[in-house]
Nanobody, 120 residues
Framework: QVQLVESGGGLVQPGGSLRLSCAPSGLSVASTAIGWFRQAPGKEREEVSCISPRDGSTVHVQGRFTIRRDTTKNKVYLEMTHPNADDPAIYFC????????????????WGQGTQVTVSS
C-alpha cells in the first residue's frame, strides 16, 4: 500500500525559511517523480515543484522553492525561503509512477498535506 506523509509545516516568519518533508512508503523516490503542490483557501491547487527520478532534474514553478531528494532516507524535501503573503496554504506531495510516458505529469498518489502559515 502506498502512502505519502508530509511534515514540517507550521508557522514561519516572513523572510525566514521552512523545510517540508515528504516520506513515501510503498514506493521509492529513486524511481518515482515526486511533486509538491499547494492550495490556499478559496484558490485552486497549484504545482510548486517536481523532481524527476530519471536524472534528478527538477522543475521549479517559483524560484523561492528548492526541491531535493534523499534516496538513502527515501524522502523528498521542499525548502522555502523568504516566505510572503502568497505562501500560506496546505502543501501536498504527490507521486507520479511514470505510467503516462513521462514524469511530473500524471499523479497517482497524494498525501494528506501539511499546513503552512506565514506570520510575524
Amino acid at each position: 500500500q502506498v502512502q505519502l506523509v508530509e511534515s514540517g509545516g507550521g508557522l514561519v516568519q516572513p523572510g525566514g525559511s521552512l523545510r517540508l518533508s515528504c516520506a513515501p512508503s510503498g514506493l521509492s523516490v529513486a524511481s518515482t517523480a515526486i511533486g509538491w503542490f499547494r492550495q490556499a483557501p478559496g484558490k485552486e491547487r497549484e504545482e510548486v515543484s517536481c523532481i524527476s527520478p530519471r536524472d534528478g532534474s527538477t522543475v521549479h514553478v517559483q524560484g523561492r522553492f528548492t526541491i531535493r531528494r534523499d534516496t538513502t532516507k527515501n524522502k523528498v524535501y521542499l525548502e522555502m525561503t523568504h516566505p510572503n503573503a502568497d505562501d500560506p496554504a496546505i502543501y501536498f506531495c504527490a507521486a507520479d509512477l511514470g505510467d503516462g510516458g513521462g514524469w511530473c505529469a500524471q499523479w497517482d498518489y497524494w498525501g494528506q498535506g501539511t499546513q503552512v502559515t506565514v506570520s510575524s
